[in-house]
């Protein structure tokens, strides 16, 4: 019996049930929430209090306010706080660069065709073609295999490659040894 795989329109109510093929990220974090974030450690709260006591303490009987001293550890809690913001948000922009460029394709069976697809639009129930070199794209039972070897160190440490046979179970982001294989995605 041939494999025609999902329709269409069966991949896309599958993926209004399921969702698309990704992690799930959190919302994204404001550039203001980035700010924020930079003093609220334990040691520029600390410096803080300093710089504010350092001017409060000049205002008792025999003594004179610090301003300067004051001035000068606050505009260094602001030098590192804005340092702090620049490299953490560069950080958060390099890491939506790379999740953007990092989304591979793959072969899928839809309507009898073989299509390339993004990894996150395979959906529940689509059959996926993996080959020497792929990742498996999610976790599946093999419904066909030819010579199918996995390397699955990311799960398990273990070096060697494991030959694999129809009916068993690969999981997301192992990869494909040698071989080749039609899978179910789960």
Not at 97 to 125: D, K, W
Request: no cysteine; glycine share 6%; proline share 4%.
């Amino acid at each position: 019996m041939p494999i025609t795989g999902l329709t269409s329109q069966e991949a896309e109510e599958n993926r209004k049930v399921y969702g698309l093929n990704e992690i799930r990220q959190e919302e994204k974090i404001s550039p203001l929430k980035i700010l924020l974030s930079q003093f609220v450690s334990p040691l520029i709260i600390i410096l803080i209090v300093a710089a504010f006591l350092s001017v409060v303490i000049g205002y008792l009987p025999g003594q004179v306010p610090n301003f300067v001293d004051a001035s000068l550890i606050l505009f260094i809690v602001f030098i590192s706080g804005l340092a702090g913001f620049v490299q953490e948000y560069k950080a958060e922009k390099s890491i939506e660069a790379l999740r953007l460029i990092a989304t591979p394709t793959i072969q899928v069976i839809r309507s009898g065709q073989v299509i390339f697809l993004t990894v996150t639009e395979i959906t529940v129930n689509d059959i996926v073609i993996v080959e020497a070199g792929d990742i498996v794209p999610a976790d599946a039972e093999i419904v066909e295999s030819f010579n199918l070897n996995l390397d699955e160190s990311v799960l398990t440490g273990e070096s060697a490659a494991i030959e694999k046979q129809t009916g068993a179970e690969v999981y997301m982001n192992t990869a494909v040894s040698s071989g080749s294989a039609m899978v179910l995605s789960a």
